[in-house]
Every structure is written in C-alpha cells, then in structure tokens.
C-alpha cells in the first residue's frame, strides 16, 4: 500500500498543475486528467505519467473525488468554484499564475522566471540573464501544487472537511529563489549574477569545481562539523595542507578576507582534481560534507535514483531537465 492509495484526484490542466497530477499518481492516487491537454504528445506523456483521460462531465468526476488540481493559468474557466463547493470533503487546489486578484498577465516559463527573480541571479555578471532549462518555473509550481493538496488531505482527517487552497505560480517560483528575498529583508542589499560563486557576508566561495572525470558541486560555509570531515579525509590523502591548521569553530567564512578563501579554495581543488565524482560523492555520504556530483545529461537515465523511481521510459523524456557544466539541458 502507497501513501495515496484509494485517493481519487481529478486534474484540470493547463501547464500549471500537469505534473502534479503525476507526482500525486507515484504517490499512488488514481488521478484523471479531465479534458483534453494542450501539450504535446512527448511532454505530456511526461507530465501526465500515471494519469488516466477522461471526457466526462466534471460534476460527474468529482462524484467521490479527494482532491481536484484547478489549473488557471489562463483565465478560462468559469463556474469551478461554485461547482467544488458543493462536495464538501474535497480539497480544491487551485493554481493561478499571479496570486488571485493580482490580474491575469501572460503567465509563461519565461515571465515567471523573470517576475519571480530567477533571471537576476542565474548566470554570470558580465552575460546577459538565462532562465534554468525546460520549464522549471512550472515544475516548481507542481511541487507546491502536490504538496498544498497533500496538506489539505492531512487537514481533512483532522477536521473531517475539505478546503479551497490558493497556490500561485509566481509565488512558487519565488521560493525557489528564497535566499535573495532573505537577504534583502536582514541587509537590504540586492541580489545579482555571481556566476561561479555563492555570496555571504564580505566574502564568495565558489560553487562547482573540476575533478578528475567532470565536476562537483560543494562550498565552504560556515559548517564547522562540515569542514572538518571533510579535512579529516584530506589529511589522509596528505592533501590537506593549511586547512589542517585551521579552528573550523572559531571563524566565520562569511566574514574572512577573499585573498584567504581564495587560498583555501586552491587546497581544496587540487585534492579534488584528483579524485572521481563517484569517489567524491562516497566520501560525502559517508562523512556528511554535503557535496554532490554534477552528472552529464547522457548520464541521468542510468542514475539509481532515477531507476528506482521508474522517471524515464524509452522513447519517453522523464525528468524535465539535469545539469552539467555546459549549462545545456
């Protein structure tokens, strides 16, 4: 038995809510896709993995439904809320573009990406902004999607009633991007493009390094326990060097001189450069230094995380994008 198993969950898509529904359908719901899609065949076979179509009546579909996804991304629909209401056991997640009352803008990958803050931080200073590759700023607004409706099934056994639960795909996309709006709100200052590099306090570490066969993500931060795992293997490949020598508790990284960190980080890379990322990557699970490696998109299907979930099937795409050192999707 699955977490979802005997929910019923009906979808009204239109972009925004598509891969909810099928994230909701792994979890083990029956989830019906109501209508016809505007996707295409490849991407919605992708979005709607685990979902089954159907043309009947909506009133007809929510007879004995848990939860409907109310995909709004266009101003299209009329009537829903009155209809969902009178089904009082049901969550109705409905999902806008903008928050409600907030107009009805063109609602995009792009826009959102734009409006949410996304493009001001991606990229590198002296390039012009990019947005992540696919269209992430839907996916993101599926993963709150599913998690609003599977809080509302959470409250529900609480109280014994369903509810009306608001997620907007700005707002969702803007989460994403978190750290910069923490920023403003402590310092006031205004995030930018860094490029290769994580910004706190006066100082910037970086963020992707090479390795023997590609690339790693990982920084030095302000992790004590952290940084002296990480030495500790160091120190027994005799790379370590002056790190070694350093008081991980007593200093603050944020606060330390870049021409330091800069010397520090160049320890660091020649240990890494001659290690793999399988390697690298067994070393972090194993001692908690929170680095990850960078796969090549050719790699991703193969991936046992991948596998176990069944994400990818042939002539299928799965997830919607991997990252590698290109920046190619």
């Known amino acids: 038995m699955t977490l979802l198993s005997g929910s019923r969950v009906v979808v009204l898509a239109d972009h925004l809510a598509d891969f909810a529904g099928s994230m909701l359908a792994r979890l083990g719901a029956e989830v019906v896709l109501a ?3 505007e996707l295409t065949a490849p991407r919605a076979a992708a979005w709607h993995k685990g979902m089954t179509r159907s043309a009947a009546p909506l009133a007809e579909l929510l007879d004995g439904a848990d939860v409907l996804l109310d995909d709004r991304r266009t101003d299209a629909r009329k009537g829903i809320d009155a209809l969902a209401a009178g089904y009082s056991r049901l969550v ?8 409600e009352g907030q107009g009805t803008r063109p609602v995009t990958d792009l826009t959102l990406m734009a409006q949410s803050g996304l493009m001001t931080v991606i990229g590198t200073p002296d390039r012009p902004p990019l947005r992540l590759p696919g269209e992430q700023a839907y996916a993101l607004t599926a993963i709150q999607t599913a998690t609003a409706a599977l809080m509302g099934l959470r409250a529900r056994r609480m109280t014994g009633s369903g509810q009306r ?18 920023m403003y709100e402590h310092t006031g200052r205004i995030g930018h493009r860094q490029g290769n590099m994580l910004v706190r306090g006066k100082s910037g570490v970086r963020q992707i390094w090479p390795c023997a066969d590609g690339y790693v993500t990982w920084s030095i931060i302000d992790n004590p326990g952290m940084m002296r795992a990480l030495v500790r293997v160091m120190q027994a490949e005799d790379a370590a060097g002056e790190l070694a020598e350093i008081d991980w508790d007593a200093i603050l990284v944020a606060d330390t001189d870049q021409a330091v960190i800069e010397r520090w980080q160049g320890v660091v ?9 399988q390697t690298l990557a067994q070393w972090s699970l194993e001692h908690g230094w929170g680095l990850s490696p960078i796969m090549r998109l050719s790699e991703v299907p193969d991936s046992p995380q991948m596998q176990a979930r069944g994400m990818f099937e042939d002539g299928l795409p799965g997830p919607l994008f991997a990252v590698h050192p290109g920046g190619a999707a």
């Open 92 to 99: 109705h997640v409905v999902v806008t573009g903008w928050p």
């Open 165 to 182: 639960i608001a997620v907007s795909a700005l707002q969702s996309a803007a989460l994403a991007n978190y750290r910069e709006a923490v």
């Open 269 to 277: 890379e020649a240990f890494f450069v001659r290690h793999d990322r």
């Open 35 to 37: 209508g016809a899609s």
